[in-house]
């Protein structure tokens, strides 16, 4: 937990107190005077502006004359589709949904950061780790779905006299996926705001505007890695021996 409180979490915590402890009671935790820690309500403020968004956007779709918005997510879907198809083959459209989920809320959670008065959830290590979690829950339910039990075919190796190697090594190796994902993330944007708070506090002209741009692309670019590695994770499961 950080060791001060944003604006908004002080909000929640001295309004919803009483609210963030019936949480903690629910998932067996302590209460405590201060519930809510800074990640949790960035990730809520997250939920909240994507599903202002979308709700806002979806009145207005239109064929013929889509607006500015309806075109940016149109980018958007189109590229997170063509990603999955060239990754994972003619089945590559049935898990974009969650491919452009993990896009668009590690996207605005590392953007968010650049706001003043806000910090990136994605900078405290349990939100990266949730998200990897999932993948790792992900790609594994859609290849026993996709293969039944001979999904753990792949764990023997291509030589059943090596499985007592190949079996330990295959179980290390998929462990390793979430925390690696998690890793990754959580470094690059740690750093990142790290970095861009310590140039705001130094000066406010050229600098910080330059970091601020480099901040943006870091961003982009760890929630692309992170759906990327999600759609090769699941290209793996659902393959077919051929």
């Known amino acids: 937990m950080h060791e001060h409180e ?6 929640f915590n001295d309004y919803l107190a009483g609210i963030g402890n019936l949480l903690l009671t629910l998932f067996h935790q302590q209460p405590s005077d201060r519930p809510w820690a800074n990640f949790i309500v960035m990730q809520l403020l997250v939920v909240a502006i994507i599903v202002v968004i979308f709700a806002l956007l979806r009145p207005r779709l239109s064929v013929d004359t889509p607006s500015p918005e309806q075109q940016i997510f149109e ?30 809320f ?11 008065g806000f910090e990136s959830p994605t ?17 594994n339910l859609v290849g026993i779905r996709k293969n ?19 079996i330990p090594i295959e179980i290390i190796s998929h462990f390793a ?3 690696s994902l998690t890793i990754r993330l959580f470094a690059n944007m740690y750093a990142g705001e790290q970095v861009t708070l310590v140039f705001l ?6 600098a910080p505007v330059l970091f601020m741009g480099l901040h943006i692309f870091v961003s982009l670019l760890q929630a692309y890695i992170f759906m990327l590695l999600s759609m090769m994770y699941v290209a793996g499961a659902v393959a077919e021996e051929h």
């Not at 590690?106 to 003043?116: E, T």
């Not at 506090?201 to 050229?206: M, N, Q, R």
Request: proline share 7%.
């Open 6 to 11: 944003i604006w908004l979490t002080r909000l």
């Open 75 to 104: 980018l958007i879907y189109d590229f997170v589709n063509g990603q999955a198809d060239d990754q994972i083959g003619h089945d590559g459209h049935r898990h974009v949904i969650l491919f452009g989920t993990f896009f668009i």
């Open 106 to 116: 590690i996207l605005f959670s590392n953007l968010i950061g650049i706001i003043p």
């Open 123 to 139: 900078q405290v290590v349990y939100v990266p780790a949730g998200c990897a979690v999932v993948s790792f829950l992900y790609y």
């Open 148 to 166: 039944g039990l001979g999904y753990f075919k792949h764990f023997v190796g291509p030589i059943p006299a090596m499985a007592p190697l190949m």
């Open 177 to 179: 996926r979430p925390l």
């Open 201 to 206: 506090s130094l000066t406010y002209f050229i």
